[in-house]
C-alpha cells in the first residue's frame, strides 16, 4: 500500500494532518479501485462505467461507449460521489479524464480515497478479529438480478466468507451470498473471499452455515 494515503486502522476518516497536505503534491498519485457508477455527456445522456484508477487531479474508467477527447464528462461513484473532469485519453474499452475540481473538492476525493486504500486492510483487520470457521456446504450466490449460481462455502466468519465457485465478479462487486449481503474483496484459486456487508451475529451464521 502506498504510504502516501497512509492512516491509523483505527479509523475510517483520514486524519486531518493528511487532508491537510498539499492536493497537488499528492495529484500524481493514482489508487487502484474498482468501483461501479455512472456517467454523464454534454448531451446529458447517462451510461454506466467502471472506475480502473483515480488521483485527486484525474482518474481513468472503462465505458461502453467511446467519448471524444476534450469532452467534458461528469461522473458518479459510491464512496466517491460526482467528479467532473475533462477527456484527455482514450483507450481500448474506455477513457481517462483531468479532474475539473477547486481545492476543497480534491481534498474531499483525497479523504475518500485514503478509506478506500485502507478499507481492505480494515476489513482484514476485522477478520482476524473474527475466527474463520471451515464449513463444506452448498449454496448460492447471486450474481445480478437474472444470475445466480450454485456455490460451495469453504469457511466463513461473523465478518466474511470463503467461497468456491467458477464464477469471478470483479473485486468491488456487491452479491447475494445465500441470504447475506457481500461485497467481493479478493480472488483466489478456488474461488472468491467476501466481506459481509453487516457484521453477522453467531446466531446468523449458525443458522445459515449449521
Not at 502516501?4 to 495529484?27: M, N, W
Not at 484525474?58 to 461528469?74: F, K, L, N, R, T
Not at 464449513?135 to 470463503?162: H, P, Y
Not at 467481493?184 to 484459486?189: A, G, I, P, S
Request: charged share 25%.
Amino acid at each position: 500500500m502506498s504510504s502516501a494515503f497512509a492512516t491509523s486502522p483505527s479509523s475510517l476518516t483520514a486524519p486531518t494532518a493528511f487532508v491537510r497536505q498539499d492536493a497537488e503534491r499528492r495529484g500524481t498519485r493514482r489508487v487502484a479501485v474498482v468501483l461501479l457508477g455512472r456517467f454523464m455527456r454534454a448531451s446529458r445522456h447517462e451510461y454506466p462505467c467502471k472506475l480502473l484508477d483515480i488521483s485527486v487531479t484525474g482518474a481513468a474508467m472503462m465505458s461502453p461507449v467511446v467519448v471524444e477527447p476534450g469532452e467534458v464528462i461528469v461522473a458518479y461513484f459510491d464512496h466517491i460521489g460526482g467528479i467532473e473532469g475533462t477527456v484527455v485519453r482514450i483507450f481500448d474499452g474506455g477513457f481517462a479524464i483531468a479532474m475539473n475540481a477547486t481545492q476543497h473538492k480534491r481534498e474531499k476525493i483525497a479523504a475518500q480515497l485514503t478509506w478506500l486504500v485502507n478499507r481492505h486492510e480494515l476489513q482484514s483487520a476485522v477478520d482476524r478479529r473474527h475466527e474463520r470457521r471451515t464449513v463444506n456446504q452448498k449454496t448460492t450466490l447471486k450474481l445480478d438480478r437474472d444470475i445466480s449460481v450454485e456455490c460451495r462455502v469453504l469457511d466463513v466468519s461473523l465478518s466474511g466468507a470463503s467461497i468456491e465457485t467458477t464464477a469471478r465478479p470483479p473485486i468491488g462487486t456487491d452479491v447475494l451470498f445465500g441470504k447475506l449481503r457481500c461485497r467481493v474483496m479478493r480472488h483466489h484459486d478456488n474461488g472468491i473471499g467476501v466481506a459481509f456487508l453487516d457484521i453477522q451475529e453467531p446466531e446468523a451464521i449458525r443458522k445459515y452455515f449449521g
